[in-house]
DNA sequence: CTGAAAGCGCTTACAG
DNA sequence: CTGAAAGCGCTTACAG
């Protein structure tokens, strides 16, 4: 591996003068010319870490995400990388398995590595060492949801609004037995409760509550949360499941019980953007735009992590969901 | 940010004790306690480039993958990343775009981040990157194919017998009419229509060139290979789609045709765990248990970065496939 | 077991 | 524009 050593040996020139010319700085053409052609011959490439070590910087950015079992996560890394690469800064991921037993040493793990920021779909547990981490001045991206106490730039849909647009279709329809199924102990999910609630006021639509179900965020909960509205006296004529995997669940239920979408029940997803696609009907859907959230988050990170750029408060940028429509929403007005 | 300089200052001991300490050498119990004690005090935390550049190890292996678009590589990357962290090691990860114009740098980046490994899905735009960096002595490991003349280990399955499993299948139920969809440029699905003929062979059902048809590795490529099989004047009675995107794009195509799965035409797929068990009826499925491979490719590479371990010649680990039953193949036997 | 000293490969003021 | 020198924070023989 080749050093400024050899390149000063083959040129004649000084560290300083070598050092300048790979960081862009003023250098004859003449001697620009023969370090260059020095650095192709020897396959000189500059040593990252002596640099890190010189600048204290890393262009590298650390990716915390609670797991990666969800193409929420993919699409997210997805965009990231694609962000920061075209920027020369690398990326490391690491997930705190947010599942598990025990404490989890993901964020002084990246600290350890020494990354230049955090961009981060916060889980609770990463939250105290997310604090810490932004305190002592490391740049934090929160994406999802401003992780809470944490001075971090925050990147975000606005649940309420993507909420309201399920509703509205369902409306549009005629629906007025709407169910829904969220989670009350996740904020962004309670968002969307909010958001359904305010807009079926906005209709003149009654809450009924034992309409609103509760799931734990997976197949199964959603899958028995469908279960439990399908023994409700009067059943909804449609459902909206505010998270995908919930959502999957529920298309589950519905079969087992030998019902038909949208015929025996109308559907609106959240998220699932590839499987709306593949299924017969294809599904109504609120989509989150990950793609858009990951590109927002890196834009951020790369300005905290520009020198020349002025330094301002932490900042949420609110982006808005776009619904798709399926073809699993059945029209039950009235024929007038 | 506190040194070795902190330390001794606290400590009176001096930079080689310390660091003696902080590498598990032998360090009298009294200094021990007093420099542990410092270090807690001051929150101090060894400077990672400082020690990269002195052992010219990173403790960071490069994961390399095609792109970001599949939960083929999301299980890749969740199966390495848990057991490099494990064992502290870190995950750099780059996308080389393949389907991008131009040339990648990613083989590039990643050796300028200096890497002590690459585990890849090879692309074959990263190959002459993967053979140099391999030349030189860096370890690399292939996850699904064995990236031509790169000097690597490699874990792929037994792609001939994955198929011939979903073949068996098949046939068990009564059926001889059954149609393949592949694609005869990559050499894993390559691999898998020899399976297949193969398996005709075995069970002396005649291989019909009509019922092997080729798509590109993509959602529509899979939809108008399967329209082009329904317009054949004898149908097959069973499909076996060798790639899970046009799996999904067959099944869209017999949605759209109005068939019926499995009572118009019987489906096998192939490393679509998640989609097979959210369908009704459930699809039967060959399954490839990305975890495994990944697991067993960072057990690789974790070899490979072991100073202690002998050297050894590239291996390939072969992994095997496991069939998964479902509701997609109907039962064509004649009763007797 | 401990310490003094050299050095890993860069960058950065500071002179010229 | 160029160069000599110091130093980033560690690790590693080498003595003792």
Redesign the pocket.
């Known amino acids: ?1 080749a ?3 050899d390149l000063r040996r083959e040129t ?9 010319y ?2 862009g ?4 053409e003449e ?1 620009a010319r023969s370090i260059e052609e020095a650095a192709k011959r020897l396959e ?1 490439r ?2 990252t870490f ?2 890190n ?3 204290r910087r890393t262009r590298t950015v650390g990716v915390l995400l609670p797991d990666l079992t969800s193409d929420f996560y993919l699409s997210i890394l997805s965009g990231i990388e694609r962000r920061l690469r075209d920027n020369g800064v690398s990326m490391l991921i690491c997930v705190d398995h947010h599942e598990d037993e025990g404490v989890d040493d993901a964020v002084e793990f990246l600290a350890s590595r020494m990354v230049d920021g955090v961009i981060t779909v916060p889980s609770t547990r990463a939250l105290p060492g997310l604090r810490t981490l932004a305190a002592q001045g490391t740049p934090v991206v929160a994406i999802d949801w401003p992780a809470d106490g944490v001075e971090a730039d925050a990147v975000v849909i606005d649940n309420e609004e993507a909420a309201a647009m399920a509703i509205q279709r369902l409306a549009d329809r005629g629906h007025r037995r709407i169910a829904f199924i969220g989670n009350d102990r996740v904020p962004t999910i309670r968002a969307r409760e909010r958001g359904v609630r305010n807009q079926l006021a906005a209709r003149r639509i009654p809450v009924r509550e034992e309409y609103i179900a509760r799931s734990p965020m997976s197949v199964e909960g959603g899958r028995l949360a469908m279960q439990r509205l399908l023994l409700l006296e009067e059943r909804p004529t449609a459902v909206f499941c505010s998270m995908n995997l919930v959502g999957v669940g529920a298309l589950t239920a519905l079969a087992e019980s030998g019902l038909r979408v949208p015929d025996d029940m109308s559907f609106v997803g959240f998220d699932m953007p590839l499987l709306a696609r593949m299924t017969d009907p294809p599904l109504d859907m609120v989509n989150q735009r990950v793609g858009d959230l990951a590109r927002a988050s890196a834009d951020l990170m790369l300005r905290r992590l520009d020198p020349e750029a002025p330094a301002v408060p932490p900042q949420t940028v609110v982006l808005h969901a776009e619904f798709l429509h399926g073809g699993s929403v059945a029209d039950i007005r009235r024929q007038s």
Do not use: C, E, Q, W
Request: hydrophobic residues 40%; charged residues 10%.
């Open positions: 591996m050093t400024y050593h004649g020139l000084s560290l300083a003068t070598i050092s300048k790979f960081n700085g003023n250098v004859l001697n000189f500059p040593n002596a640099r070590l010189r600048t």
